[in-house]
């Protein structure tokens, strides 16, 4: 993946892994879902972008997902509520882009089969051109 969609997705893995709070309460963050990884952990998953910008400037908007895996019956909301933390620190340069804008537009908590639960935040990220 390259662009804006590359851009944000790197800069949403360094800021989530830099982040110590979060390190100490899920056992990975991850580009994408690992093939074998204990749950808790945290994965970036897709950016889907589409064109967004001003009279004078590129740009994308770039909705991307993560997702906080875990296990139990219990709901691990201080890790929730880490990502949300970190989520809200992207904006700023990403790698050949500014990001000017973010916000939590969706979440989505859900149990799965054998015990486990997803927790889905998606991001909007409004970007422009460097």
């Known amino acids: 993946m ?59 908007e770039i909705r991307l997902t993560l997702t906080l895996v875990g296990v139990g019956s219990g709901v691990d909301d201080l890790a929730a509520a880490r990502i949300e933390a970190v989520a809200a620190t992207l904006r700023g340069a990403a790698d050949g882009w500014a990001v000017v804008g973010v916000r939590m537009i969706r979440t989505r908590f859900t149990f799965v089969r054998e015990g486990g639960w997803r927790h889905e935040f998606i991001l909007r990220c409004r970007c422009l051109a460097a």
């Not at 830099?18 to 204990?38: E, K, N, Q, W, Y």
């Not at 952990?41 to 590129?58: C, E, F, L």
């Open 2 to 60: 390259t662009g804006a969609e590359g851009a944000v997705r790197a800069r949403a893995i360094e800021l989530l892994a830099r982040d110590d709070a979060l390190a100490a309460m899920v056992h990975g963050i991850f580009d994408g879902t690992p093939p074998r990884a204990s749950a808790p952990y945290v994965a970036v998953g897709t950016a889907d972008g589409s064109d967004w910008g001003t009279k004078d400037r590129a740009g994308r």
